[in-house]
């Protein structure tokens, strides 16, 4: 008892000095409580990133050819649907695979029209890249073996198209390089990635059509591979360029 009254005494002569001491405290324990939950906040949303865009997909690019020089954009390794059929063939650790082929297109609506990226892709991009409809369906493996002009929209597209709901504009016709393709459905927002890339801003059509009616190419910009499993994903990277070679 006697020794409380003593601190008690020594608070009330030092009040300045004790208000100042438990200041300094409150503010350190506090700091380090934000520190940390800015951490925990930091890596939870990287997590959701990674989940986002799959945990088992691996993304396979044209490499350059490094020789005399400078290397430049012409020098890289072409990767074209043969590679991608190859490595579907390879079974093994590899799931799923998804070739895609693209460009900057103007895509037109009556009078409205927007510059966004024009993805010829095949039927299971949705599984593999983990996206979700939010109206309408998906592009059927038919319509890409037969070459049938249908588009899945992002929902940045259809909003830029004049369209504030996206079941509305299912069932429109588009028009993608002066071609008429029919929308039959649009993705859910998946928020922007990265300054350069923005998942919600761009147009899904056939990887046939687009190869034969659009852009005229069997070159691929990427494959997308599927692993069985995070575990298996040392054994699916040694088998791609494997399978390429």
């Known amino acids: 008892g006697e020794t409380l009254r003593v601190a008690l005494g020594a608070l009330r002569a030092n009040k300045l000095r004790s208000f100042l001491t438990m200041l300094g405290v409150v503010i350190g324990v506090a700091a380090v409580i934000a520190m940390i939950a800015l951490g925990s906040g930091a890596q939870k949303a990287v997590n959701e990133r990674i989940s986002a865009l799959g945990t088992t997909l691996l993304t ?23 590679d991608a059929d190859a490595l ?17 297109l103007q895509v037109q609506y009556l009078n409205r029209n927007t510059n966004t ?43 830029n198209l004049g ?13 993608v ?9 649009v993705l859910e927002s998946k928020g922007q990635t990265s300054p350069w890339n923005n998942p919600d801003d761009q147009v899904l059509i056939p990887i046939q059509t687009a190869r034969f009616r659009v ?31």
């Open 215 to 245: 852009l005229g190419s069997d070159r691929v910009r990427s494959i997308s591979v599927l692993a069985r499993s995070e575990r298996d994903i040392p054994e699916t990277m040694a088998t791609v360029p494997r399978v390429l070679r």
């Open 60 to 82: 396979v690019t044209p490499g350059q050819i490094f020789g005399r020089g400078v290397a430049a954009e012409a020098d890289r390794a072409r990767l074209t649907m043969d």
């Open 177 to 185: 390089r002066g071609i008429q393709f029919e929308v039959v459905g």
């Open 163 to 175: 369209f504030p709901t996206p079941s509305g504009i299912v069932g429109q016709p588009i028009r």
């Open 117 to 159: 990226q024009i993805v010829g892709t095949t039927a299971n991009y949705l599984d593999v890249r983990e996206y979700v409809l939010q109206a309408g369906r998906v592009v059927t493996r038919g319509e890409d073996e037969s070459r049938r002009r249908v588009a899945v929209l992002g929902p940045e597209v259809a909003k």
């Open 88 to 104: 579907s063939d390879s079974g093994g650790y590899v799931v799923a695979v998804q070739p895609e082929m693209s460009r900057q």
